[in-house]
Structure formats: C-alpha cells, structure tokens
C-alpha cells in the first residue's frame, strides 16, 4: 500500500508570515505554470509585468508567491528560470500588494488548507529540503 505524504507547517512556520523553506529559489518558468493549474493565480500586471501569483485561502486571506523579475504580461509563460523571493499569507489587497504584504502568520492558516498550499507549493516547485 503507498500513502501519500501528509504536508505540514512546522511549528516555526506555523508563526512566520513568510515560508523561508520556498524563498529565493530559481525555478523554471513551467513550475510557475503548474501552480496556475491549481488555481494559483496571476496577479495583476503593473508597469508590464505580473510580479507575483496568489492562491486565495478563505476570508480575505491570500498566499503570495513573490516574484523577482516577474513575468512578462505579454507571454509570462516563455521558457526560462525566475527566481522566488519569498511565498506569504497576506490578507487581499485593496491596492497593489505591497500595501499588505506577509501581515499574517500562517498558523492562521487550518490545517487542511495549508497542507494543500504545502502540497502544490511543493509538487511544482520541487521540494526544498531533498538533495
């Protein structure tokens, strides 16, 4: 019988607003891709770039994943590597979201939903603690 892995936050997660385990990555371009798959979503462009994507978790909360260089509006699915600066929970921004970036820690978070924000995080980008 093979059991899938169950995904956790650690306790030191659980009171961060910001997952060190996922920042300043470089991850393929495609692995971005995947996530939008999962109902991770493109933020909105500013000055022709989507600088980061978000997975909204219930209430007003949402999961960032921060880009560096962003991702071009006009074909942010090209091949190549971006790096992740930093994945946060943030309550919804009423404007760009640096206004409220990484304001609330995790453990807000039930346990179920951050499970599949781990899992997805994970299956996409890879997991940060093999090799």
Do not use: N
């Given at each position: ?25 470089m991850v ?44 071009p509006a ?29 304001d609330t ?27």
């Amino acid at each position: 019988m093979v059991f899938d892995p169950v995904f956790r936050l650690t306790e030191a997660e659980r009171r961060a607003t910001s997952l060190a385990r996922f920042a300043r990555r470089m991850v393929p371009v495609h692995a971005l891709a995947r996530l939008c798959g999962s109902g991770w979503q493109l933020a909105q462009p500013l000055d022709g770039t989507h600088d980061h994507l978000f997975r909204p978790v219930g209430g007003d909360l949402r999961v960032l994943v921060h880009l560096d260089d962003g991702l071009p509006a006009d074909d942010p699915w090209a091949p190549g590597e971006r790096v992740v600066e930093a994945v946060e929970l943030s309550a919804a921004p009423r404007a760009p979201w640096w206004t409220r970036c990484g304001d609330t820690p995790f453990g807000g978070l039930g346990p179920l939903t951050a499970g599949e924000v781990l899992r997805e995080l994970t299956e996409a980008l890879g997991d940060p603690t093999a090799g």
